[in-house]
């Protein structure tokens, strides 16, 4: 009779056995190369150049350190803004236009009857030149007609107001030889500054007088302009004292200043 028992000398019986492990063995190998590609992938993506920053703030920030960091070449100055003085600063001074100092033909004028801009209506005649120096300052003092003793706004944007007194940005009063507006944020609100040195005006002239005024005075930051941040200082002196302000030494601009907070 024939024996039909499986063979247990390694023969065809092992087949199984081997097909199993071999897949196994696969198996482990495709994942090794799975996981090895990955690996590479993220590291790829990891070292690719991002976007640029786009952000205003990122933009502001960046130029900020920029501004207070040393030069890459030479002996750098000093960009920060200390107790020590700072140099390289541009000083503007700005006034109030006083209405009886100018002349011209008379310009109408309309706008909004108060502050608040709830109502509008004709605000008056003016020199053509007073309306223009208006513009250019932000505001008037009218001396003749109903509104004399009142003050003529405008704003890009906005147009002409009557008002109770001369204002910065945030809409608060000026005040003389105190008020100043930063043309950068290394000068934050309500930083007190004293002016060290005027450096050259316009014409390239020390301007004595003018700087003796303001280095006389303490000076708190009212304003910060925007975006582009730039080292310049905008000083208020108050009203015109006289015909001819425009004109004359105190519309000026100086380069090359020193500054000091405190």
Same mark, same amino acid.
């Given at each position: 009779m024939t024996d039909s028992r499986p063979a247990t000398d390694g023969g065809t019986a092992d087949a199984p056995g081997r097909g199993l492990a071999d897949r196994a063995a696969w198996y482990i190998v495709a994942w090794v190369v799975v996981s090895g590609l990955l690996v590479l992938l993220v590291t790829r993506v990891d070292r690719s150049p991002g976007p640029p920053n786009t952000h205003p703030a990122g933009r502001v920030g960046a130029a900020a350190v920029a501004t207070a960091g040393p030069a890459q070449h030479g002996a750098p100055p000093d960009r920060s803004v200390t107790a020590a003085g700072s140099g390289d600063w541009t000083l503007a001074v700005s006034y109030t236009p006083v209405e009886s100092f100018h002349h011209g033909p008379v310009v109408r004028v309309a706008g909004c009857l108060r502050v608040t801009c709830d109502s509008r209506?004709?605000?008056?005649?003016?020199?053509?030149?007073?309306?223009?120096?208006?513009?250019?300052e932000g505001s008037g003092r009218i001396t003749s007609g109903v509104h004399a003793g009142a003050f003529l706004g405008w704003a890009a944007g906005v147009g002409y107001w009557l008002d109770t007194a001369p204002r910065d940005s945030r809409g608060k009063p000026l005040t003389a030889f105190t008020s100043a507006g930063s043309g950068t944020p290394l000068l934050s609100l309500r930083t007190r500054l004293r002016i060290l040195a005027c450096g050259a005006d316009e014409s390239g002239a020390a301007n004595d007088m003018v700087c003796a005024r303001l280095r006389a005075a303490t000076w708190v930051v009212a304003e910060v302009r925007?975006?582009?941040?730039?080292?310049?200082?905008?000083?208020?002196?108050?009203?015109?004292?006289?015909? $001819?302000?425009?004109? $004359?030494?105190?519309?000026?601009?100086?380069?090359?200043?020193?500054?000091?907070i405190g």
């Open positions: 209506g004709d605000l008056g005649g003016y020199p053509a030149d007073f309306v223009a120096a208006v513009q250019a925007g975006p582009s941040p730039t080292r310049s200082v905008t000083l208020y002196v108050g009203a015109e004292s006289g015909p $001819g302000f425009a004109d $004359g030494r105190w519309n000026t601009t100086f380069s090359h200043a020193v500054l000091r």
